[in-house]
């Protein structure tokens, strides 16, 4: 049986745009799968208020079309969301692709035919489509998740995952409204609804280290100076370890005098974009001793930003210190405690017990609301292929083969399931870094490695459980070298409200960009050793 497609690729946001474009440069057939009614991806999904880029734009976009660089503007330095997602369909329509996406098509399942060499791919509303190769392109943060509280579907209200938030317009002013979560999500609802509700209340059971994003719009000069820059802004993206413009201090802490010191530090948290995290002394990711000093200079900006030295001391971790989970970037956040109207509800020590028909029950009440905010986070990095049956050889599915953990070769294969490629997926560099440049590598490595199956005639690509293994062993190597793998959070495979997520696990590769893009191609340069062909 000859498949309909050469390929089918789930997910049409950046990477499965990227990708899409690629193959069919190739010559094959592929189409691309989309959930949604557009293309997008998180920028599809995510409409929540306050939503945008916590990477300056210009590093975010596609680097490898110079039309599209030229002709493309940025209003702002962190792009807002709205602004995104238009630039996402600029660039699909000037790649000519929007025809080879069908949208509304939501994955249900995809099964390995060995006898057929080939994948049948069944979507929720009853269709099958096959195809030769399946490339996943479906996100690291796309599969929501809501606490495990009791009572959630008894609520009247109106209520949502910030995922799911609704495309028509969500009115907010006068309405008694609850957000439950305080990391990246909910920090940028909050500051953004806070002047516009009628009454605020935050539900916080883990507060997070944020800094100032300190975002500012950008002038027509500006551009154009940016857009000359561009070589330089992407060389420097591709030469730091997450592929952000700013990288480490190549001196630890110590190594400078205290005045010296401050000083620096002063400068990066007054400065726009992830220098504060990721342009610091190299020592302070690193020794838990220089974290914690940083981490106490966090904790004064954060008092001498918030009125109430009461709300300040909740609003300052204790569990883990700065920089070892991912840093929410914040406009005004802490400045949003600062209305009489906002409320913020430590549930460690008033645990929510229930939520009832009209509002959150703790153990000191019921506060009644109109609408419940869930920023709960995500199932992240497996969590959206878990939300898909893949089944591979044997009958065995990826959520077996994964069962304890991850087991990838590259992060781009899995042992017994030939003819799949994990774009994006867990043990890759892409999930610890700036999405788009390192996604770009990967595609780009991906389109080569087909490349290189046309001219050898191949039609099956499967590799084995050694290279699994080995693999697994380089990232875990690196674990040991790094504070976020000491605390728990998403870049170390722990979420609350899923079964089994309790625990480390090896999702992430922390090497770094340079170092994984080198790996790669030390690969392709040995024919794709641990690859087997057919």
Not at 349 to 360: A, D, F, L, N, S
Request: glycine share 8%; with cysteine; charged share 25%.
């Amino acid at each position: 049986m000859k498949a309909e497609h050469d390929a089918i690729i789930i997910g049409a946001g950046i990477c499965g745009t990227y990708m899409l474009h690629k193959l069919l440069k190739l010559g094959l057939d592929a189409t691309v799968l989309e959930a949604g009614d557009g293309p997008g991806g998180t920028w599809y999904w995510n409409r929540y208020p306050g939503a945008r880029f916590d990477s300056e734009s210009y590093s975010y976009g596609f680097s490898f079309n110079k039309e599209i660089l030229a002709e493309w503007n940025w209003s702002e330095h962190f792009s807002a969301q709205p602004e995104t997602l238009r630039y996402v369909n600029f660039v699909v329509d000037k790649l000519g692709v929007r025809e080879h996406m069908q949208f509304g098509c939501r994955v249900k399942a995809a099964r390995f035919d060995d006898a057929d060499n080939l994948w049948r791919v069944e979507l929720t509303d009853g269709r099958t489509q096959t195809c030769t190769y399946l490339f996943t392109a479906i996100g690291m943060l796309s599969a929501p998740t809501l606490p495990n509280i009791e009572g959630r579907e008894r609520f009247k209200g109106e209520s949502f995952h910030t995922y799911h938030w609704p495309q028509e317009p969500v009115p907010l002013e006068g309405r008694r409204v609850a957000v439950i979560g305080t990391g990246a999500t909910g920090v940028q609802v909050i500051a953004d609804i806070a002047p516009k509700v009628g009454e605020l209340t935050v539900y916080q059971r883990r507060p997070n280290w944020c800094a100032p994003l300190k975002n500012s719009p950008i002038g027509d000069e500006e551009m154009q100076r940016i857009k000359a820059s561009y070589d330089e802004i992407f060389a420097q993206c591709r030469a730091t370890p997450n592929g952000f413009l700013h990288g480490p201090v190549r001196k630890d802490m110590h190594e400078v005098p205290e005045a010296e010191r401050l000083a620096f530090w002063n400068e990066l948290y007054d400065s726009p974009g992830f220098g504060v995290w990721l342009g610091n002394y190299r020592d302070v990711l690193m020794d838990p001793e220089a974290n914690a000093e940083f981490s106490a200079f966090i904790a004064d900006k954060i008092r001498s930003r918030v009125a109430d030295p009461a709300i300040a001391e909740k609003l300052i971790p204790r569990d883990h210190g700065f920089g070892t989970r991912r840093v929410p970037m914040e406009t005004h956040y802490y400045e949003a405690y600062h209305y009489p109207h906002v409320h913020l509800v430590d549930v460690n020590e008033t645990p929510i017990k229930r939520i009832t028909e009209t509002g959150i029950e703790t153990s000191d009440g019921l506060r009644e609301f109109d609408l419940i905010i869930y920023a709960t986070g995500f199932d992240a990095i497996t969590g959206a292929f878990d939300r898909i049956e893949f089944e591979g050889l044997n009958g065995e599915t990826l959520r077996q083969h994964w069962q304890d953990e991850p087991m990838t070769y590259l992060g781009v294969q899995v042992a017994g399931f030939p003819n799949l490629i994990t774009l994006a997926g867990p043990q890759q560099a892409s999930v610890a870094t700036n999405f788009p440049p390192a996604i770009e590598s990967a595609v780009e490595w991906a389109s080569d490695l087909f490349s290189f199956m046309q001219e050898q005639g191949y039609t099956r690509i499967e590799t084995t459980q050694d290279f699994e293994q080995q693999w697994f062993e380089e990232v875990k190597s690196v674990y040991d070298m790094s504070l976020i793998t000491k605390t728990p959070s998403w870049f170390t495979g722990y979420n609350s409200n899923v079964a089994g997520h309790d625990k480390l696990r090896h999702v992430i590769y922390l090497g770094g960009s340079p170092a994984y893009r080198q790996r790669i191609a030390d690969v392709a340069q040995k024919a794709y050793e641990g690859f087997i062909f057919h």
